[in-house]
């Protein structure tokens, strides 16, 4: 059996059918502080759904969506075993009904059996930074309005919050919000993707290091929240949950915008080495 197999199938299960704690605590704090009388019944109503499926080992969404990984550090060496440890995890969790089958061809969309097929389950390498396995599950409701948009390289940060806030406006409650919006400007188109996702392992309520993206993550999850899209697009004070954005060193004729929604299901959890034994954590 793959060494990696089993602490996969394990942590792809607790992925699908348990909330990080931060996430949890940010509904669960929108849920008493909801003024609107719906978007305050919908919000309990997710919180009570999540509890549920804690209890009885449910998935949290009925989309589970597409699995990307991202492994860095020591773990690198051991990628072609690990990769192959997700596959059959997803490949099992789906064939026993803990993963819904949702990867299909893209043209024909002939479904891909045991959801693994060409580019799927997503495998990223990175051979900087602390050693891990980190995991994360999207379903198709956020990553269809997430987006790239390239920019004149004199865009102001006035621009950008617009640019945001009309991306946040036309998706309106198809996101499933309260949502996580993650923002990575600059590097390259493929970079600034790749960062506005892995910045959604960061817990919510972190901030970045920088002192002015900090206060900018801050302003902009306020005016976002002044949109009164709301939970589920049913108006309210608690579009996001949270916002991150990354600023990345870029080409001086270009200024890459990459835009990350998730939904309030951010299902993410990761495996790292403690000693030399193997942990699953938030």
């Not at 400007?185 to 993206?213: C, Q, T």
């Not at 270009?254 to 939904?263: G, K, V, W």
Request: net charge negative.
């Amino acid at each position: 059996m793959n060494k990696y197999e089993s602490e996969l199938t394990e942590a792809i299960t607790k992925m699908a059918t348990e909330l990080p704690p931060d996430v949890y605590s940010a509904l669960k704090r929108a849920s008493e502080d909801e003024t609107g009388e719906v978007a305050n019944k919908q919000l309990k109503t997710i919180v009570k759904s999540i509890e549920i499926s804690y209890k009885e080992k449910l998935p949290i969404c009925q989309d589970t969506g597409l699995v990307s990984a991202y492994i860095t550090g020591e773990y690198v060496k051991d990628h072609l075993l690990i990769k192959e440890g997700i596959e059959k995890a997803v490949s099992k969790l789906t064939e026993n009904g803990t993963l819904r089958p949702t990867i299909v061809s893209p043209i024909k969309r002939e479904p891909v059996i045991g959801n693994v097929g060409i580019g799927e389950p997503e495998v990223y390498l990175d051979f900087e930074g602390e050693s891990s396995i980190k995991l994360m599950m999207r379903g198709a409701g956020s990553e269809n309005y997430s987006t790239l948009k390239m920019l004149l390289p004199s865009t102001s940060p006035h621009e950008i919050n617009k640019i945001i806030l009309e991306q946040t406006l036309e998706a309106g409650g198809r996101i499933c919000p309260p949502s996580i919006v993650s923002v990575a400007i600059g590097g390259s188109p493929a970079s600034a993707i790749l960062s506005s996702r892995k910045a959604l392992f960061s817990k919510v309520g972190e901030r970045s290091g920088i002192d002015e993206v900090a206060e900018w993550e801050l302003k902009l999850q306020r005016a976002l929240n002044s949109l009164n899209v709301g939970p589920m697009g049913l108006g309210g004070i608690h579009t996001v949950l949270d916002v991150k954005i990354r600023l990345l060193d870029t080409h001086i004729a270009m200024l890459p915008l990459a835009i990350t929604f998730s939904c309030w299901a951010l299902r993410r959890i990761q495996i790292k080495r403690v000693g030399s034994v193997d942990e699953i954590m938030w």
